[in-house]
Nanobody, 123 residues
Framework: QVHLVDSGGGLVQAGGSLRLSCTASGRTFSNYNMGWFRQAPGKAREFVAA????????YYTDSVKGRFTISRDNAKNTVYLQMNSLKPEDTAVYYC????????????????WGQGTQVTVSS
């Protein structure tokens, strides 16, 4: 079992930045590939970014490329999502997730989920 706790959300103006954190406890964090998803009001949850267990590979959805950066610190059991140049359309609840098998972009490929943290970008 892996327990994930998301944090770092908040209210920010368009063009601003936020850094989300997700801290894991339980099984060995470095065994898991990690991802971030988001869900806007009235919409389905969507993939945002993923990082391999070593941090050597990353993947982003097109809408955040060049603005968001995913990273991890296995010594701290934490994965981060640095979000720059935020837009109102980035407003959503952001969730981190852990995948045992591979670097994944689909929800069903993830085994554990955080509780979510709200990000609101005002125009």
């Amino acid at each position: 079992q892996v327990h994930l706790v998301d944090s770092g959300g908040g209210l920010v103006q368009a063009g601003g930045s936020l850094r989300l954190s997700c801290t894991a406890s339980g099984r060995t964090f470095s065994n898991y590939n990690m991802g971030w998803f988001r869900q806007a009001p009235g919409k389905a949850r969507e993939f945002v970014a993923a990082i391999s267990w070593s941090g050597g590979s990353t993947y982003y959805t097109d809408s955040v490329k060049g603005r968001f950066t995913i990273s991890r610190d296995n010594a701290k059991n934490t994965v981060y999502l640095q979000m720059n140049s935020l837009k109102p359309e980035d407003t959503a609840v952001y969730y981190c997730a852990a995948a045992r098998i591979r670097l994944a972009v689909r929800e069903y490929e993830y085994d554990y989920w955080g509780q979510g943290t709200q990000v609101t970008v005002s125009s």
